[in-house]
């Protein structure tokens, strides 16, 4: 056999060769459909091959693909900047571009400091996030990061960030029901501040819903109207990591607009250019900048590839095209149907748990009993089994595995925002059937 060159996720593991996509579908070079039922990482939001996107990325090509944002401007960036603003009902954010989450979040994290910084206050250089949550997989994003299983090998090399409790009902921290816990998760973050000093501490990072450190939890009702409650009364700046819930996937355009909270910094990637090609973005809300603008004038952040006119313009068109075809919308309606599905599926499936999210961001948790919620032992590899079998079937869904400690089975169904009523029945059949072949395994 000849040897190999690309670094895939697991070695030793035969990947098949895609060969195109349309629609909700993926193909390999065997001829076999793919359902993208998590649109990849939660990414591939308007789903595969539309020729708008396409025709936008060509046209750019044809001007210029990229310039160096130390010597030029360009009219997608700016443009895609002003639109971005525009689409949050806050309104007045500026946009830093990026080029993947991680780097979201990490340029949030030290824009949070430098904001700081400018007005003198040199010791505020702390992040506090939650325990399950995930910002991503360098490592100053990891160092913000819950996800026990993607930072075990470099903890000493981590930052050492505070950490507060998850919003998940299901498991409640404090044991406690979502009626009349009085929102004891939220309060946990000021019990940190107040431990910690608010004078150490620059801003608190959060996903709207927890995406790959959890499957899909969403918090209580309230949570971040107190959340953003307690961080501005102690001058701490919130960070929302919208890069899996951003740009339409939970039904509004920002995850946190369900909530009614205005973030200073917002985190987006994935949707963003769903898929097309590597973007991500920091929104900065003008009060954040203002002191920077008076002072220094220059973030301490930036990669070549910045805010390149090419992704900018594929970005715009993704936009676009999610604004034409109103596909918050449809993540809102299908959402619904989706969820109905998999609660309907929940009911003849005893290993399943708990199903939950918002939207077209939905989590299936298994459970060895779904009485006491007992977790399956790791060592089983049940959402590893689950995913196989789904993927041998011809349907795709995302791990969230491991999210308690290392312990814990869930995976993500988060297809295409353009899936139909038909593909999201085939896509619970072939779910389905992939559960209940591991169940029987566990017979
Ligand atoms: N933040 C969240 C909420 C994510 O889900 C992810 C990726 O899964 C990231 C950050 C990191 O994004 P990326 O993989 O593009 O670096």
Redo the contacts with the bound molecule.
Sequence with gaps: MEREHLIKPVLDHPYPTVQYGKGVFLYDDQGKAYLDGASG?VTAGIGHGVPEIIEAMTEQASKVSFVYRSQFTSEPAEKLAKKLSDLEPGGDYWAFFVN???EA?ETAMKIAIQHWQEKGRFGKNKVISRRMS????TMG?LSMSGHVLRRRRFIPLLEDFPVVAPPYCYRCPFKLNAASCKLACADDLETAIKRIGAEHIAAFIA?PIV??AGGAIVPPEGYYKRIKEICDRHEILFIA?E??TGIARTGEMFGMQHDGVEPDLI?L??GLSAGYTPM?ATLVKDHVMAPILQGSKSIMAGHTYSANPQSAAVSLAVLDYIEKHQLAQAAQSRGVYLMAKLRQLADGIEIIGDVRGRGLLLGIEFVRNRDDKEMFPPAAGITARIIDKAFHKGLLVYPAAGAVDGAGDAIIVAPPLVITEAEIDLLVLLLEEAVREVMDELA
């Design positions: 990482a993947s989450g991680s979040t995930y910002h991503g997989i994003a996903e995406g790959a990591d890069v899996m985190a990637g994935k991500a």
